[in-house]
């Protein structure tokens, strides 16, 4: 009868959205000729469909069955509107008119990204604000605001210790994965599963070059095969075999491992998994993987990162692939599934002012949600795009409508006469690159002697800086909607929040972790996961 009732105020909500809009026959537009934004008519009608699609989006209250959480590391909101343009350029249409898969979702808010410590926040303390739901201190994972950096002893205090959505879902009785184009020990994803002092932790001879003792502190690869969330995820996939391995041995790649303490992590995961467990090193590995016979997948595709997508490396998954492969196998769990996947080399482009290749990876994050978004049922099926933090990249300048966003700017600078792009960054590596001493005076350097269209081309930036940094503005946070397909209590993603308040919406759409839920109401005196 729920369902019944549900349907009916859909069709009631279409109807009367459908009888309001009369404002004339449907138009098409030529999306690859700027001419068409001349029209007065292009942009009514444009304002009548969104207020078409709003009217016809009612929210879906029932319980989330399963939760994808997609975090574009990095992704500020000057990096999703330079993803914009510079996907629908290299589809052949006016960029500025372009959107990206989440850019369609109807539900958009705006979360605060800064730390415990820190105005401007980096990976780690971020993982522990989206995943945990508490605000944390700079560089560490998974632990209380109680743990210093480098605190070991404090780490392991049951008391500091976080518990994610990932631990919310397995104690739920749900499935658990993460898909990341990083190392799987890095900030973002070691968020679901660790809990470190230190994110830079990841093995147990890292812990030791930073002068601490392995045997009280647990690295991170460690956590994901003997910790209690980490054991249990079901599937894991993203890059850095050498955080698993020992030193005396090499990866299908050929890289040695790292590991002081002699074990081969990757061969202990599969050992102790019950049913079939699959190890994958490589792109053919997972395209030819059955995941209806797939009970457990690690899938390792690099020694460290993954390749950028404009490297084409040979035989490495996209992210979009990635993310199928890990909701195949996770949608064989009737009781439903909390999976992570972060497009994290967004970030690490942006730090080296490769402005191109940032872009690139954020137009592949997108078509994996894309991917998911086809995969899935928005019935039952609650996604949630964000960014952890943002970077000090911006588009500046007056240039022309479909500029291309990774070229020079269509003005020149009114002091000195020489170009800019239409990408810069206010700080970054390499400043010799963009400045020239003669006279005792800084003069830029004529940029046109310098080659943009190169997929490694380094960006213009301010202040001098060994790499470029984060950015402390508030990043977007997008709920599937579109149309009156809409995910679980999407709607309640809209207005501007502490970033940890995000785990605990998605807990609430899916009857998970230690605060009010869907299924009882009923508010909590303190945290108690």
């Known amino acids: 009868m729920r369902v019944l009732r549900y349907w009916l105020a859909i069709a009631l909500q279409l109807t009367v959205s459908y009888c309001q809009y009369r404002y004339g026959p449907e138009r098409s537009w030529d999306l690859r000729s700027t ?56 589809r052949g249409v006016v960029g500025e008119r372009n959107r990206l898969e989440f850019e369609k979702f109807n539900y958009v808010g705006l979360s605060k990204t800064y730390c415990v410590n820190k105005q401007v926040a980096d990976s780690a303390c971020t993982a522990s604000a989206y995943l945990s739901g508490i605000k944390a201190n700079y560089l560490t994972i998974g632990v209380s605001a109680d743990v210093e950096l480098n605190d ?15 631990a919310w879902a397995l104690k739920g009785g749900k499935s658990a994965g993460v898909v990341t184009t ?37 690295d991170i690869a460690q956590q994901l095969i003997d910790g209690e969330v980490g054991q249990r995820l079901r599937v894991v996939m993203g890059g850095g075999t050498i955080k698993f391995l020992p030193n005396t041995t090499t990866d299908v790649y050929g890289n040695r491992g790292q590991r002081l303490d002699g074990r ?16 994958l090193f490589n792109r053919t590995d997972l395209l030819d993987n059955d995941p ?18 404009l490297d084409d490396s040979v035989d490495t998954p996209t992210l979009a692939e990635m993310t199928e492969g890990a909701i195949k196998v996770l949608s064989r ?23 191109k290749k940032a872009l690139d990876e954020t137009v592949q994050f997108s078509d994996a949600v894309r991917t998911a978004r086809e995969l899935t049922n928005p019935w039952d099926t609650l996604i949630v795009v964000s960014a952890d933090h943002g970077h000090t990249v911006s588009i500046g300048g007056y240039p022309d409508v479909n500029n291309s966003i990774v070229g020079l700017n269509s003005e020149l600078s009114d002091v000195d006469q020489l170009p800019y792009t239409a990408i810069s960054y206010a700080n970054g590596p390499d400043y010799r690159r963009f400045y020239k001493v003669s006279d005792g005076e800084v003069d830029r350097v004529d940029l046109r002697d310098l080659d943009f269209n190169d997929r490694n081309a380094v960006y213009p930036h301010g202040v001098p800086m060994t790499e470029e940094t984060h950015g402390g503005g508030d990043v977007a946070v997008y709920a599937h909607g579109i149309y009156s397909y809409t995910s679980p209590w999407s709607h309640l993603f809209t207005g501007v929040y502490e970033q940890s308040t995000l785990p605990y919406m998605m807990g609430y759409a899916s009857c998970l972790g230690p605060g009010i839920t869907y299924c009882d109401l009923q508010p909590k005196s303190s945290y108690n996961p």
């Open 35 to 90: 001419a068409e934004l001349k029209s007065k008519e292009l942009w009514f009608h444009d304002a009548q469909r969104t207020l078409y699609e709003k009217l016809s989006t009612p929210p879906n209250q029932y319980r989330a069955k399963n939760v994808i959480f997609f975090l574009g590391d990095g992704m500020s909101v000057p990096t999703v509107t330079a993803g914009r343009i510079f996907d629908g350029q290299l």
């Open 152 to 166: 070991c002893a404090g780490a392991r205090v049951p008391k500091n210790r976080l518990s994610s959505i990932a």
């Open 182 to 218: 990083t190392r799987v020990t890095h900030a973002s994803p070691a968020g679901v599963y660790a809990h470190t002092s230190n994110r830079d932790f990841e093995s147990d001879y890292d812990v030791s070059k930073l002068g601490q003792n392995p045997g009280g502190c647990p």
């Open 264 to 279: 081969n992590l990757i061969e202990e995961w599969q050992q102790r998994k019950p049913g079939n467990a699959r190890v």
């Open 292 to 309: 209806e016979t797939t009970d457990f997948l690690f899938g390792l595709f690099n020694a460290t990162h993954l390749a950028y997508h």
């Open 333 to 355: 769990d009737p009781a439903g599934y909390f999976l992570f996947v972060e497009g994290g080399r967004i970030d690490h482009a942006h730090h080296e002012t490769k402005a």
